[in-house]
């Protein structure tokens, strides 16, 4: 069946330094992959799309890769700030253009 | 912030009660999504609709029920709330196509005592 993995369920770092998440799923050809971010109470909010054909996709001070050899999506966020703390979640294309979404990794940068 | 709205934002209610909860977007997106989420665990799609009279049951069992008279408004029915209700309802929109960005409601969160 297919499944979708994010490595962590809690990351902890410190402010100024990068923080890389993961994504690993099984049984799936996705097209292209998604990242939100989701605050406590509140919906998803889509930060970057990238397609099977990309390796690596940036905006600001985030950046997705996407292996479709190793079925993994990387997604860094550079000279983190406290603002940044969120659960972060990846999503995939399952099928008629529908999203599953992972459990999400919670993000706390400390100051 | 994106143009899409849900109420209300908490609901807390008794058993057997009759319940709908509205989901409005100004976008003009065809496509219209029903998810549920429980703390800490991921979002289960429950229900969509790719368009004005079009719905679709999503991959996890629910005993609601939609509606698609309108293509701004998606409102999602309980014909009779039980405890096991309980959880985050996300309401979401993306406009037809290939890579769609879906667009998320702030949620209603429901208690049903």
């Known amino acids: 069946s297919q499944k979708i993995e994010q490595n962590s369920e809690a990351l902890n770092i410190q402010e100024g330094k990068t923080a890389t998440l993961t994504c690993n799923y099984t049984?799936?050809?996705?097209?292209?992959l998604q990242w939100y971010r989701q605050d406590p109470g509140r919906g998803p909010v889509f930060l970057l799309l990238i397609r099977e054909n990309e390796k690596e996709k940036r905006k600001e001070r985030l950046k997705v890769t996407f292996d479709t050899t190793l079925k993994q999506s990387l997604f860094h966020i550079t000279a983190s700030q406290p603002a940044d703390s969120a659960t972060y979640l990846c999503a995939l294309e399952s099928s008629n253009y529908k999203l599953t979404f992972g459990k999400g990794t919670l993000l706390t940068v400390n100051p | 912030e994106a143009d899409i709205y849900q109420t209300p934002r908490y609901l807390v209610i008794g058993t057997g009660k009759k319940i709908t909860l509205e989901c409005s977007q100004t976008m003009g997106h065809d496509k219209m999504y029903w998810y549920q989420q429980d703390p800490g665990m991921e979002l289960h799609l429950i229900h969509y609709s790719y368009g004005v009279n079009s719905t679709e049951k999503g991959d996890l069992s629910s005993e609601s029920t939609v509606s698609r008279i309108r293509t701004e408004h998606f409102p999602l029915t309980l014909e009779s709330a039980r405890p096991s209700h309980t959880s985050q309802y996300l309401c979401?929109?993306?406009?037809?196509?290939?890579?769609?960005?879906?667009?998320f409601g702030p949620g209603t969160r429901l208690t049903v005592l």
């Open positions: 049984n799936y050809s996705p097209a292209y």
């Open positions: 979401a929109s993306s406009e037809a196509g290939l890579a769609d960005t879906q667009y």
